[in-house]
């Protein structure tokens, strides 16, 4: 039997993500295991019958390598699980390789699955390669992608009791704020029902002769904003914003979808002026239903690549998409 710890950061006011509980279900569901949850920057506000472990204070509120390497080592060295699981976010991503040497475990990342025998799934080269691995090391990190686990922790009841952990650091580093890349607002939305993705056919002359890239900026934001989509983009796209050319300016390489981008994991995608080739089409490959919006009847996505395809023109759709939305 292993004892299993599962690391989160709580909001402020005590709930977590959607993610995290996705994590807690899936160390719950591996089967007669202690589960103890370790939380930084404060107490997580959800039922536990298990052990709950806290490192609270303004230093650990902020995402820093320092304090949460530091808050997790303290953790870990406090429950002394065989298993850690934490939420592939961006803050346990880049400090818990660390923790796994300062505790002498060993860490996998972007694990997609874990099983009862403890064998963890994962992708290699660009999710082509699917494989299944095992380790005798302990502690033994694995950090989990979103969509690994179907259920999640329930959120309603009485919040579990707390064991506070102090950590005394003095922290070099001061986070001052955030920033979006090219003053847009937050348009990646790893915990969104709908993945929206922009072709670089919004920025080519349409039927009327013009190019209607600020109506098209105009569009797909309004449609991201109502349906609380994330926005994806193809390789097209977001190179004619990194060349300076002024087509969608809330577009980074972040958004790139496919062999050369990320490969996001949502219920749901669109697709809209884009052709569907395979080395963009790669990355949809944990959308569960793809559909896509395209002049053009011969398209990529017309070859087996999306369940349905809407042979139209994406300006008139999503404008009627956000017209509907907005009743
Ligand atoms: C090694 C390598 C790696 C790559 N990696 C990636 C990657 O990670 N991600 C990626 O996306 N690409 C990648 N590519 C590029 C990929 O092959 C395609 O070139 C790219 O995806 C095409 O982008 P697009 O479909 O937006 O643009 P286009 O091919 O220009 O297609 C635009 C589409 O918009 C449609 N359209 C135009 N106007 C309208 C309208 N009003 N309504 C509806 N439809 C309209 C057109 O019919 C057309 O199908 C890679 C290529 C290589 C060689």
Same mark, same amino acid.
């Not at 923790?99 to 963890?120: C, F, K, M, N, P």
């Given at each position: 039997m292993s004892?299993? %710890?599962?690391?989160? !950061?709580? $909001?402020?006011?005590?709930?977590?993500? #959607?993610?995290?509980?996705?994590?807690?279900?899936?160390?719950?569901?591996?089967?007669?295991?202690?589960?103890?949850?370790?939380?930084?920057?404060?107490?997580?506000?959800?039922?536990?019958?298990? #052990?709950? %472990?806290?490192v609270?204070?303004? =230093?650990?509120?902020?995402?820093?390598?320092?304090?949460?390497?530091?808050?997790?080592?303290?953790?870990?060295?406090?429950? @002394?699980?065989?298993?850690? %699981? =934490?939420?592939?976010?961006?803050?346990w991503t880049r400090c818990l390789a660390g923790v796994a040497q300062r505790v002498g475990g060993?860490?996998?990342? !972007?694990?997609? *699955?874990?099983?009862?025998?403890?064998q963890a799934m994962r992708w290699y080269y660009r999710q082509r390669i699917e494989a299944v691995l095992t380790r005798t090391q302990r502690p033994w990190f694995l950090i989990i992608e979103s969509g690994s686990s179907k259920?999640?922790?329930?959120?309603?009841?009485?919040? =579990?009791?707390?064991? @506070?952990?102090?950590?005394?650091?003095?922290?070099r580093t001061e986070v001052s704020g955030m920033v979006s890349p090219q003053g847009g607002g937050q348009t990646i939305k790893p915990e969104a029902e709908l993945l929206f993705v922009a072709g670089a056919g919004w920025t080519k002359k $349409? @039927?009327?002769? #013009?190019?209607?890239? *600020?109506?098209?900026?105009?569009?797909?934001?309004?449609?991201?904003?109502? *349906?609380?989509?994330?926005?994806?983009?193809? @390789?097209?796209?977001?190179?004619?914003?990194?060349?300076?050319?002024?087509?969608?300016?809330?577009?980074? !390489?972040?958004?790139?979808?496919?062999?050369?981008g990320s490969t996001p994991r949502h219920p749901k995608g669109l697709a809209t002026c884009c052709h569907g080739e395979e080395p963009h089409v790669v990355g949809w490959r944990f959308i569960n239903e793809r559909r896509a919006v395209n002049l053009d009847p011969s398209c990529g996505w017309a070859r087996g690549k999306a369940d349905v395809l809407y042979v139209a023109d994406a300006f008139e759709v999503v404008a009627k998409l956000n017209e509907l939305l907005s009743r």
């Amino acid at each position: 039997m292993s004892s299993i %710890l599962v690391l989160v !950061h709580p $909001q402020p006011d005590g709930s977590l993500s #959607r993610h995290s509980l996705e994590v807690l279900a899936l160390a719950k569901s591996l089967g007669g295991g202690d589960v103890v949850v370790g939380a930084v920057g404060g107490a997580p506000a959800i039922p536990f019958e298990g #052990r709950v %472990l806290v490192v609270e204070g303004e =230093a650990f509120t902020q995402p820093r390598y320092s304090t949460d390497a530091a808050a997790a080592q303290a953790i870990c060295e406090a429950v @002394k699980p065989d298993v850690v %699981l =934490a939420p592939s976010t961006s803050r346990w991503t880049r400090c818990l390789a660390g923790v796994a040497q300062r505790v002498g475990g060993r860490i996998d990342t !972007h694990v997609t *699955a874990l099983d009862e025998s403890l064998q963890a799934m994962r992708w290699y080269y660009r999710q082509r390669i699917e494989a299944v691995l095992t380790r005798t090391q302990r502690p033994w990190f694995l950090i989990i992608e979103s969509g690994s686990s179907k259920s999640v922790a329930p959120v309603a009841g009485t919040p =579990a009791a707390v064991v @506070k952990i102090a950590v005394s650091v003095s922290p070099r580093t001061e986070v001052s704020g955030m920033v979006s890349p090219q003053g847009g607002g937050q348009t990646i939305k790893p915990e969104a029902e709908l993945l929206f993705v922009a072709g670089a056919g919004w920025t080519k002359k $349409q @039927k009327d002769g #013009r190019v209607r890239a *600020a109506e098209a900026a105009g569009l797909i934001l309004g449609f991201i904003d109502r *349906a609380g989509a994330s926005l994806g983009s193809s @390789k097209s796209l977001v190179d004619l914003s990194g060349e300076g050319v002024s087509v969608l300016p809330f577009l980074s !390489h972040l958004n790139q979808v496919g062999q050369t981008g990320s490969t996001p994991r949502h219920p749901k995608g669109l697709a809209t002026c884009c052709h569907g080739e395979e080395p963009h089409v790669v990355g949809w490959r944990f959308i569960n239903e793809r559909r896509a919006v395209n002049l053009d009847p011969s398209c990529g996505w017309a070859r087996g690549k999306a369940d349905v395809l809407y042979v139209a023109d994406a300006f008139e759709v999503v404008a009627k998409l956000n017209e509907l939305l907005s009743r």
